[in-house]
């Protein structure tokens, strides 16, 4: 083996060895700092998160250097949930630079994860290929086919967070605005991702007219038997007025349940 291919050996051991103890370190920060309000935001996201990342990563086929650049800040991305939502990407930031630092790593590659932490904060504002992978693989679930799924954990972590519970028209509301909103960066996952994201936003916005239909023609049920409440009184006699008005409170909150 030549010294060049020596040198370069040594190097992507080097690189090995420390995304292993990235992981390990990662993992344990979850396991010690369990939030059970974290139902989305964990470690099984930050999996998912890396996974695509790498899938990204190696359609670009990145360097070595770089390569281990987006895989640790997909590793950090989430991890200042841990403490709080707000301003998580800034301590994720903190913690990865931290971390790197007590191992040595270069300022310049430091401060590359840095970026690309800071970079998947919203609106995202990706500078360059690396911050583009990492922005798309936090994402990337939006043109995903279990994207239904995993919009519902967010939306069960943010009714944990808030102490309520979150209607769910109104989750839709903001789920399509968050998707017209976005774009993916890079053009692999425009191409492997933009279809089935339009489809995922289609089948929102049905849902939000099935259910402005669905409370329209419920409401006006109801405004008719009040109106009609003083005048006839084999309906009067099923209900009072305020029973049905509190019958109309009950069936929004079944609704913002379900």
């Known amino acids: ?8 050996h040594i190097y992507m051991m080097n690189y090995l060895d420390i995304l292993d103890q990235v992981r390990a370190h990662v993992s344990s920060l979850f396991h010690t ?4 309000r974290l139902i989305y935001h964990n470690l099984l996201h930050t999996e998912q998160v890396v996974k695509a990342a790498v899938k990204i990563a190696n359609h670009y086929q990145l360097s070595d250097h770089d390569f281990f650049v987006v895989s640790i800040a997909a590793w950090f991305h989430d991890i200042g949930y841990l ?4 301003k998580h990407e800034e301590r994720g930031a903190g913690l990865v630079k931290e971390f790197l630092e007590s191992k040595g790593a270069d300022p310049e590659l430091t401060s590359l994860v840095m970026n690309c932490i800071l970079a998947t904060r919203m609106p995202q504002r990706p500078v360059g290929l690396l911050e583009e992978i990492v922005c798309d693989a936090d994402l990337f679930h939006l043109g995903s086919e279990d994207f239904r799924e995993r919009n519902k954990l967010i939306r069960k972590e943010a009714s944990a967070f808030a102490g309520k519970d979150i209607d769910k028209h109104e989750w839709r509301l903001k789920t399509i605005m968050l998707f017209e909103s976005h774009h993916y960066h890079t053009d692999y996952c425009r191409d492997l991702l933009n279809e089935k994201k339009e489809m995922n936003l289609n089948e929102l916005k049905e849902k939000v007219i099935k259910d402005d239909h669905e409370k329209s023609k419920e409401e006006k049920a109801i405004n008719s038997v009040l109106e009609n409440t ?5 309906i009067a006699a099923t209900g009072s007025k305020a029973q049905l008005m509190e019958k109309k409170e009950n069936k929004k909150e079944e609704k913002k349940k379900k």
């Open 1 to 8: 083996m030549g010294i060049n291919n020596l040198n370069h």
């Open 33 to 36: 700092n369990k939030d059970e």
């Open 230 to 234: 003083d005048h006839h009184p084999e």
């Open 83 to 86: 403490t709080s939502c707000e």
